[in-house]
T-cell receptor
């Protein structure tokens, strides 16, 4: 049972346009969602997050939207740049409130979406 | 601050052999998690160590094991290698412990060890 899903393996956009990456989840206990970005031969790096009590979080060119009723989140990159070309993973770092953070080291990841931004 | 380091970066083994991968976390991070990434797949959680104890475990067979040392460095061992074990093995460290670790609970990843089993 895959609890975090990214249904689009790849996305290609033109430089300067908007990139929209999607993610669906099934576990309503997830209280945070993170996006990671991964370049070849490197490990994933944290990009942006959103709390389940918010519906939007913005950081520069990156905005994440959360639709809790639909169990859906999306990452918007505006404007897209060639350097944004990478694999993007959606992840949930833990399943719900955990006072001692004993399960915060067990993240659930989607399969990733490969974004290609063409010059 | 130095990032997460993993050694070796590349490894080629034959079926039936065993392998040990090493991970040094960011200084001050007590949690070390291991993930397996295969082509077209997301990161599958293997296990997490915190203060030398395995705190969480994923759905992998017992051939996959690990340990953590008192300096938080961690090793992962795979015994009786199978062709399907060929993957990128990623180590991630984080504070992940206690009320002092604020959200959003991000993890910091090493570059990974690419294991090829022939």
């Amino acid at each position: 049972d895959q609890q975090v899903k990214q249904n689009s393996p790849s996305l290609s956009v033109q430089e300067g346009r908007i990139s929209i990456l999607n993610c669906d989840y099934t576990n309503s206990m997830f209280d945070y969602f993170l996006w990671y970005k991964k370049y070849p031969a490197e490990g994933p790096t944290f990009l942006i997050s959103i709390s389940s009590i918010k519906d939007k979080n913005e950081d520069g060119r990156f905005t994440v939207f959360l639709n809790k009723s639909a169990k859906h989140l999306s990452l918007h990159i505006v404007p897209s740049q060639p350097g944004d070309s990478a694999v993007y993973f959606c992840a949930a770092p833990r399943q719900g409130y955990d006072r001692d953070n004993t399960n915060a080291g067990k993240s659930t990841f989607g399969d990733g979406t490969t974004l290609t931004v063409k010059p | 601050k130095a990032g997460v380091t993993q050694t070796p970066r590349y490894l080629i083994k034959t079926r039936g052999q065993q392998v040990t991968l090493s991970c040094s976390p960011i200084s001050g991070h007590r949690s070390v998690s291991w993930y397996q990434q295969t082509p077209g797949q997301g990161l599958q959680f293997l296990f997490e160590y915190f203060s030398e104890t395995q705190r969480n475990k994923g759905n992998f067979p017992g051939r996959f094991s690990g340990r953590q040392f008192s300096n938080s460095r961690s090793e992962m061992n795979v015994s009786t290698l199978e062709l399907g074990d060929s993957a990128l093995y990623l180590c991630a460290s984080s504070l992940a412990g206690g009320a002092t670790h604020p959200p959003p609970y991000e993890q910091y990843f090493g570059p990974g060890t690419r294991l090829t089993v022939t």
